[in-house]
Structures are given as structure tokens and as C-alpha cells.
T-cell receptor, first 113, second 114 residues
Framework: AQTVTQSQPEMSVQEAETVTLSCTYDTSESDYYLFWYKQPPSRQMILVIRQEAYKQQNATENRFSVNFQKAAKSFSLKISDSQLGDAAMYFCSFMDSNYQLIWGAGTKLIIKP | NAGVMQNPRHLVRRRGQEARLRCSPMKGHSHVYWYRQLPEEGLKFMVYLQKENIIDESGMPKERFSAEFPKEGPSILRIQQVVRGDSAAYFC????????????FGPGTRLTVL
């Protein structure tokens, strides 16, 4: 069964600094998609970034980038120049040919002003 | 372009009542997914629907829960005879196609069972 593990229940970072959130997953499939979603206190689930497993190049969206290591089944999220508005729960998720998103337990990110 | 709409945002029911949760997908999206989030946990897949068809309901409890996505109108997640353990946030997501497409989420419905 596919699983997603986020080993950091909570992380904190000083405003304007960089933080990395870790995620590992387990699958026997070779073709799949990986996502990071953000859930602020409003509880809306917002897509942050998406990575296709067949692409070697790491996805980037402005201050957000990933380090995708397919062999290690690792998919970490790096947030540069952290801002107060980045404070949220961050969920790593995985989608395979079953169309379901499998989710990690989440990492609570705290931004210190 | 409006995003995924869910209503109500908050729903309070007493044990034994029925809960109906509605989801209108983004314009042009014909694939709808329902997820449940218990407090302090990630989301758990419940069901995947296309118009008039249930594609995968492997995450749905066998009893009391049902879902539909009619030809016209929103997708409905129905919970009959609610119990306290049904209290959770229920999220709907939609995508334009199936497996290659990103799922976009609605704001969720927070169900509280008294």
C-alpha cells in the first residue's frame, strides 16, 4: 500500500529565512505525481507545488521549490524568504493510477517575526 | 473563474439526523473527489465520481454514506443517521481530467454532530 510520511510534526523559522519540510513516500509504481498543499487557519486546502515523477527537473514556484529524489522516494519542500503568510499546515500528497491522493499527517509551520 | 464551491461551510446535526454536503466543481471540471479530514490528521480519500458515475468508492464507509454527481447540479455527499464519529471536515476537490490533472479543493464543510 502507498504511504506518505512527514516526520516533522512542527517546524519553526525566522521570517525571511529558509526552511525545508521533509516528505518520504512508498510505492511500487514508477509513474505518479507528488504535491505539496498548504492549509492555513482558514482550513482551505491550497496547492503549493506539483511534481511529475517522470520529470528529473525539480519543480519551482516562486519562493517554493522541491528536492525530488526518486530513488530515495523523497520529496522535500523548500520555502525561501519565509513570510508571515506562509504560516500553515503543509501536507505532502501522492497520486498514482488509482486517482486517489494519499496524504501525509502534515507539518505545522510557524513563522517567527 | 470561480473555484470549487462547497456548502454549507458549517453544519451541525444531532445524532441520528441526516447530513447533506454539496460540492460544485470548477467550471469545465467533470471529475469530483471527496475527502474527510479528522482533527490533527491528513485527508483520507472517500470517493471519486464523474458525471452520473461512481468511479471509485473504496474509501467510503459501507453503511450510511453515499455520494452522487448528477448530470445537472452539484455533487452530494450524504450521511444518514449521523454519529459523533462523523464529526470532521469534508473536502471536495475537482479536476479537469482524471489521473494526470491536479485536484483543486473547495473550502470544506465542517460537520459537527452533537
Amino acid at each position: 500500500a502507498q504511504t506518505v510520511t512527514q516526520s516533522q510534526p512542527e517546524m519553526s523559522v525566522q521570517e525571511a529565512e529558509t526552511v525545508t519540510l521533509s516528505c518520504t513516500y512508498d510505492t511500487s509504481e514508477s509513474d505518479y505525481y507528488l504535491f505539496w498543499y498548504k492549509q492555513p487557519p482558514s482550513r482551505q486546502m491550497i496547492l503549493v507545488i506539483r511534481q511529475e515523477a517522470y520529470k528529473q527537473q525539480n519543480a519551482t514556484e516562486n519562493r517554493f521549490s522541491v528536492n525530488f529524489q526518486k530513488a530515495a522516494k523523497s520529496f522535500s519542500l523548500k520555502i525561501s524568504d519565509s513570510q508571515l503568510g506562509d504560516a500553515a499546515m503543509y501536507f505532502c500528497s501522492f497520486m498514482d493510477s488509482n486517482y486517489q491522493l494519499i496524504w501525509g499527517a502534515g507539518t505545522k509551520l510557524i513563522i517567527k517575526p | 473563474n470561480a473555484g470549487v464551491m462547497q456548502n454549507p461551510r458549517h453544519l451541525v446535526r444531532r445524532r441520528g439526523q441526516e447530513a447533506r454536503l454539496r460540492c460544485s466543481p470548477m467550471k469545465g471540471h467533470s471529475h469530483v473527489y471527496w475527502y474527510r479530514q479528522l482533527p490533527e490528521e491528513g485527508l483520507k480519500f472517500m470517493v471519486y465520481l464523474q458525471k452520473e458515475n461512481i468511479i471509485d468508492e473504496s474509501g467510503m464507509p459501507k453503511e450510511r454514506f453515499s455520494a452522487e454527481f448528477p448530470k445537472e447540479g452539484p455533487s452530494i455527499l450524504r450521511i444518514q443517521q449521523v454519529v459523533r464519529g462523523d464529526s470532521a471536515a469534508y473536502f471536495c476537490a475537482s479536476s479537469q481530467s482524471a489521473w494526470t490533472d491536479t485536484q483543486y479543493f473547495g473550502p470544506g464543510t465542517r460537520l459537527t454532530v452533537l
